[in-house]
Protein backbone atom coordinates (compact mmCIF):
# COMPACT_ATOMS: atom_id res chain seq x y z
CA UNK A 1 0.00 0.00 0.00
CA UNK A 2 1.29 3.26 -0.46
CA UNK A 3 1.19 6.34 1.70
CA UNK A 4 -2.54 7.93 0.20
CA UNK A 5 -3.45 11.23 -0.62
CA UNK A 6 -7.24 10.59 0.10
CA UNK A 7 -7.81 10.13 3.96
CA UNK A 8 -8.43 6.42 5.65
CA UNK A 9 -11.33 6.64 7.42
CA UNK A 10 -11.89 3.34 9.74
CA UNK A 11 -14.62 2.63 11.77
CA UNK A 12 -14.01 0.23 14.71
CA UNK A 13 -17.39 -1.39 15.77
CA UNK A 14 -15.59 -3.08 18.67
CA UNK A 15 -17.76 -5.67 19.90
CA UNK A 16 -21.52 -4.26 17.88
CA UNK A 17 -23.81 -4.99 16.77
CA UNK A 18 -25.46 -7.93 18.48
CA UNK A 19 -26.42 -9.95 15.55
CA UNK A 20 -25.46 -10.10 11.61
CA UNK A 21 -28.83 -9.09 10.33
CA UNK A 22 -28.20 -5.54 12.23
CA UNK A 23 -24.96 -5.15 10.80
CA UNK A 24 -26.18 -6.26 7.36
CA UNK A 25 -29.24 -3.66 7.68
CA UNK A 26 -26.04 -0.83 9.05
CA UNK A 27 -23.85 -1.20 5.70
CA UNK A 28 -27.11 -1.20 3.49
CA UNK A 29 -28.24 2.01 4.80
CA UNK A 30 -24.64 3.25 4.95
CA UNK A 31 -23.70 1.88 0.74
CA UNK A 32 -27.14 3.51 -0.13
CA UNK A 33 -26.07 6.64 1.60
CA UNK A 34 -22.37 6.95 0.11
CA UNK A 35 -24.12 5.69 -3.48
CA UNK A 36 -26.17 9.14 -3.37
CA UNK A 37 -23.90 11.29 -1.86
CA UNK A 38 -23.06 14.70 -3.31
CA UNK A 39 -20.34 14.97 -4.55
CA UNK A 40 -19.62 11.56 -5.95
CA UNK A 41 -17.48 9.98 -3.26
CA UNK A 42 -14.36 7.80 -4.34
CA UNK A 43 -14.74 4.15 -4.81
CA UNK A 44 -13.90 2.78 -1.74
CA UNK A 45 -14.14 5.42 1.01
CA UNK A 46 -13.96 3.71 4.01
CA UNK A 47 -12.60 1.17 5.91
CA UNK A 48 -14.78 -0.76 8.57
CA UNK A 49 -13.25 -2.98 11.11
CA UNK A 50 -15.95 -5.25 11.98
CA UNK A 51 -16.45 -8.84 14.73
CA UNK A 52 -14.27 -11.07 12.33
CA UNK A 53 -16.90 -14.10 11.53
CA UNK A 54 -18.96 -11.12 9.78
CA UNK A 55 -15.91 -10.06 7.56
CA UNK A 56 -16.87 -12.02 4.42
CA UNK A 57 -20.97 -11.58 4.92
CA UNK A 58 -20.22 -7.72 5.32
CA UNK A 59 -17.96 -7.75 2.25
CA UNK A 60 -20.10 -9.08 -0.20
CA UNK A 61 -22.46 -5.96 0.65
CA UNK A 62 -19.81 -3.04 1.48
CA UNK A 63 -18.00 -0.64 -1.30
CA UNK A 64 -15.47 -0.56 1.97
CA UNK A 65 -12.01 -2.56 2.92
CA UNK A 66 -13.41 -4.78 5.59
CA UNK A 67 -11.40 -5.92 8.37
CA UNK A 68 -10.76 -7.64 12.11
CA UNK A 69 -9.64 -6.08 14.76
CA UNK A 70 -7.38 -8.39 16.53
CA UNK A 71 -4.89 -11.20 15.51
CA UNK A 72 -5.98 -13.84 18.13
CA UNK A 73 -3.01 -16.73 17.19
CA UNK A 74 0.84 -15.94 16.13
CA UNK A 75 1.41 -19.46 15.32
CA UNK A 76 0.44 -22.25 12.81
CA UNK A 77 -0.57 -25.38 14.91
CA UNK A 78 -2.34 -26.52 18.34
CA UNK A 79 -4.00 -23.20 19.30
CA UNK A 80 -7.69 -23.58 19.62
CA UNK A 81 -9.65 -20.03 18.95
CA UNK A 82 -6.44 -18.28 17.77
CA UNK A 83 -6.83 -16.36 14.06
CA UNK A 84 -3.14 -16.16 12.30
CA UNK A 85 -2.80 -13.32 9.99
CA UNK A 86 -2.85 -15.81 7.41
CA UNK A 87 -6.30 -17.20 8.16
CA UNK A 88 -7.66 -13.90 8.09
CA UNK A 89 -5.94 -12.25 5.17
CA UNK A 90 -7.16 -15.80 2.79
CA UNK A 91 -10.70 -15.38 4.52
CA UNK A 92 -11.59 -12.34 2.89
CA UNK A 93 -9.66 -9.87 5.72
CA UNK A 94 -8.16 -6.31 3.67
CA UNK A 95 -6.17 -5.13 6.73
CA UNK A 96 -6.60 -5.79 10.89
CA UNK A 97 -5.96 -3.56 13.98
CA UNK A 98 -3.38 -4.38 16.56
CA UNK A 99 -2.93 -3.49 20.05
CA UNK A 100 -5.97 -1.40 20.85
CA UNK A 101 -6.09 -0.19 23.93
CA UNK A 102 -9.15 -2.25 24.70
CA UNK A 103 -7.14 -5.25 23.69
CA UNK A 104 -3.99 -4.38 25.86
CA UNK A 105 -6.74 -3.98 28.79
CA UNK A 106 -7.86 -7.99 28.62
CA UNK A 107 -4.08 -8.80 28.78
CA UNK A 108 -2.01 -8.71 25.63
CA UNK A 109 1.64 -9.03 26.57
CA UNK A 110 4.60 -6.46 24.76
CA UNK A 111 5.81 -9.79 23.67
CA UNK A 112 2.54 -11.22 22.06
CA UNK A 113 1.93 -7.87 19.73
CA UNK A 114 5.43 -7.47 19.03
CA UNK A 115 4.83 -11.09 17.38
CA UNK A 116 1.50 -9.88 15.58
CA UNK A 117 3.13 -7.34 14.00
CA UNK A 118 5.48 -8.82 12.64
CA UNK A 119 3.89 -11.84 11.25
CA UNK A 120 0.89 -9.56 10.30
CA UNK A 121 3.70 -7.61 8.17
CA UNK A 122 5.19 -10.38 6.93
CA UNK A 123 1.78 -11.82 5.78
CA UNK A 124 1.37 -8.48 3.55
CA UNK A 125 -1.71 -7.70 5.48
CA UNK A 126 -2.27 -4.13 5.92
CA UNK A 127 -1.78 -3.87 9.85
CA UNK A 128 -3.32 -1.00 11.94
CA UNK A 129 -1.12 -0.31 14.84
CA UNK A 130 -2.19 1.24 17.51
CA UNK A 131 -0.56 3.24 20.31
CA UNK A 132 -1.85 6.09 22.90
CA UNK A 133 -0.77 6.99 26.54
CA UNK A 134 -3.53 6.00 29.60
CA UNK A 135 -2.59 10.05 31.08
CA UNK A 136 -0.87 13.24 30.17
CA UNK A 137 1.83 14.86 32.06
CA UNK A 138 3.31 18.15 32.23
CA UNK A 139 6.33 17.07 31.48
CA UNK A 140 5.97 15.06 28.55
CA UNK A 141 6.60 12.10 30.14
CA UNK A 142 3.90 10.54 27.40
CA UNK A 143 6.14 11.51 24.29
CA UNK A 144 9.21 9.58 25.28
CA UNK A 145 6.29 6.45 26.65
CA UNK A 146 4.70 6.73 23.12
CA UNK A 147 8.15 6.29 21.49
CA UNK A 148 8.79 3.34 23.86
CA UNK A 149 5.50 1.48 22.91
CA UNK A 150 5.94 2.07 19.38
CA UNK A 151 9.86 0.55 19.26
CA UNK A 152 9.04 -1.96 21.31
CA UNK A 153 5.89 -3.40 19.23
CA UNK A 154 7.88 -2.65 16.04
CA UNK A 155 11.22 -4.74 17.19
CA UNK A 156 10.58 -7.45 14.99
CA UNK A 157 8.96 -5.54 12.20
CA UNK A 158 10.40 -6.06 8.65
CA UNK A 159 10.77 -2.68 7.77
CA UNK A 160 10.62 -3.55 3.72
CA UNK A 161 6.83 -3.90 4.71
CA UNK A 162 6.59 -0.95 6.03
CA UNK A 163 3.96 -0.24 3.00
CA UNK A 164 1.31 -2.21 4.68
CA UNK A 165 2.06 -0.36 8.36
CA UNK A 166 -0.24 2.31 9.49
CA UNK A 167 0.41 4.06 12.89
CA UNK A 168 -2.98 4.68 14.71
CA UNK A 169 -2.44 7.34 17.69
CA UNK A 170 -5.48 6.66 20.30
CA UNK A 171 -4.73 8.25 23.60
CA UNK A 172 -6.87 6.07 26.51
CA UNK A 173 -8.09 9.32 27.68
CA UNK A 174 -10.12 10.18 24.01
CA UNK A 175 -11.41 6.98 24.09
CA UNK A 176 -15.34 6.81 24.39
CA UNK A 177 -15.22 10.29 25.22
CA UNK A 178 -17.62 13.37 23.43
CA UNK A 179 -14.79 15.23 22.98
CA UNK A 180 -11.76 13.95 21.42
CA UNK A 181 -7.60 15.76 22.09
CA UNK A 182 -6.90 19.15 20.21
CA UNK A 183 -5.67 18.70 16.66
CA UNK A 184 -3.02 20.30 18.16
CA UNK A 185 -2.66 17.73 20.72
CA UNK A 186 -2.37 15.44 17.97
CA UNK A 187 -0.35 17.03 15.81
CA UNK A 188 2.24 17.37 18.22
CA UNK A 189 2.29 13.65 18.60
CA UNK A 190 2.25 12.98 15.02
CA UNK A 191 5.35 14.66 14.70
CA UNK A 192 7.06 12.72 17.71
CA UNK A 193 5.67 10.15 15.76
CA UNK A 194 7.33 10.57 12.84
CA UNK A 195 10.75 10.52 14.17
CA UNK A 196 10.47 7.91 16.11
CA UNK A 197 9.89 6.22 12.97
CA UNK A 198 12.72 7.84 11.18
CA UNK A 199 14.90 7.02 13.78
CA UNK A 200 14.02 3.61 13.94
CA UNK A 201 14.02 2.62 10.04
CA UNK A 202 15.47 5.50 8.80
CA UNK A 203 13.11 8.06 6.41
CA UNK A 204 13.05 6.14 3.16
CA UNK A 205 10.70 3.43 5.34
CA UNK A 206 9.56 5.61 8.07
CA UNK A 207 7.83 8.17 5.14
CA UNK A 208 5.60 4.78 3.86
CA UNK A 209 3.76 4.76 7.13
CA UNK A 210 0.27 6.47 7.57
CA UNK A 211 -0.69 7.97 10.68
CA UNK A 212 -4.35 8.38 12.14
CA UNK A 213 -5.61 9.84 14.74
CA UNK A 214 -8.66 8.05 16.76
CA UNK A 215 -10.73 8.89 20.31
CA UNK A 216 -13.94 10.83 20.44
CA UNK A 217 -14.31 11.49 17.13
CA UNK A 218 -17.26 12.79 15.82
CA UNK A 219 -19.16 13.87 12.75
CA UNK A 220 -18.06 17.84 13.83
CA UNK A 221 -14.37 17.66 14.43
CA UNK A 222 -13.21 14.52 12.10
CA UNK A 223 -12.20 17.09 9.09
CA UNK A 224 -10.33 19.17 11.30
CA UNK A 225 -8.21 16.48 12.54
CA UNK A 226 -7.30 16.15 8.73
CA UNK A 227 -6.58 19.50 8.21
CA UNK A 228 -5.12 20.60 11.47
CA UNK A 229 -3.40 17.33 13.01
CA UNK A 230 -1.09 16.07 11.02
CA UNK A 231 -2.77 12.81 10.10
CA UNK A 232 -4.02 10.82 6.87
CA UNK A 233 -6.84 9.22 8.37
CA UNK A 234 -9.19 8.40 11.47
CA UNK A 235 -9.80 5.90 13.57
CA UNK A 236 -13.38 5.74 14.54
CA UNK A 237 -15.57 4.10 17.23
CA UNK A 238 -19.10 5.33 18.86
CA UNK A 239 -19.24 7.26 15.12
CA UNK A 240 -19.19 4.54 13.08
CA UNK A 241 -21.92 1.83 14.65
CA UNK A 242 -24.77 3.77 13.22
CA UNK A 243 -25.10 4.30 9.59
CA UNK A 244 -26.14 7.93 9.34
CA UNK A 245 -23.44 9.29 11.83
CA UNK A 246 -20.46 7.39 10.35
CA UNK A 247 -21.68 8.74 6.59
CA UNK A 248 -22.19 12.30 8.25
CA UNK A 249 -17.73 11.60 9.22
CA UNK A 250 -16.95 10.25 5.85
CA UNK A 251 -18.86 13.02 3.71
CA UNK A 252 -17.25 15.80 6.44
CA UNK A 253 -13.75 14.41 6.00
CA UNK A 254 -13.91 14.42 1.73
CA UNK A 255 -15.85 17.77 1.72
CA UNK A 256 -13.85 20.44 0.34
P1 LIG B 1 -14.46 6.31 20.06
O1 LIG B 1 -14.47 6.95 18.69
O2 LIG B 1 -15.76 5.73 20.45
O3 LIG B 1 -13.87 7.22 21.08
O4 LIG B 1 -13.50 5.05 19.97
C1 LIG B 1 -12.23 5.22 19.46
C2 LIG B 1 -11.64 3.88 19.25
O5 LIG B 1 -11.38 3.16 20.19
C3 LIG B 1 -11.44 3.45 17.87
O6 LIG B 1 -10.61 2.34 17.80
Not at 74 to 102: K, N
Not at 167 to 192: H, K, L, M
Not at 210 to 236: P, Q, R, S, T
Request: glycine share 8%; hydrophobic share 40%.
Amino acid sequence: MNKRTLPILIGNWKSTPDTLQNAIKIVKLLEKKVLSAHPKLPKKPYYLAVPEIFIPHIKEISSGFIGSQNIGGISLGQTTGATIPSQLLTGGADFTLVGHSEVRKRGESEEERMHKVALSLQSKFTTVLCIGESKRDKEGKYLSFLEEDLKESLTLAPKNLFDYLIIAYEPVWAIGQSVPATPQECFEVVISIRRSLVSLVGMDYAKKVNILYGGGVHKDDAKIFLDEGGVDGLLIGQASQDATSFFEVIKNCYSK
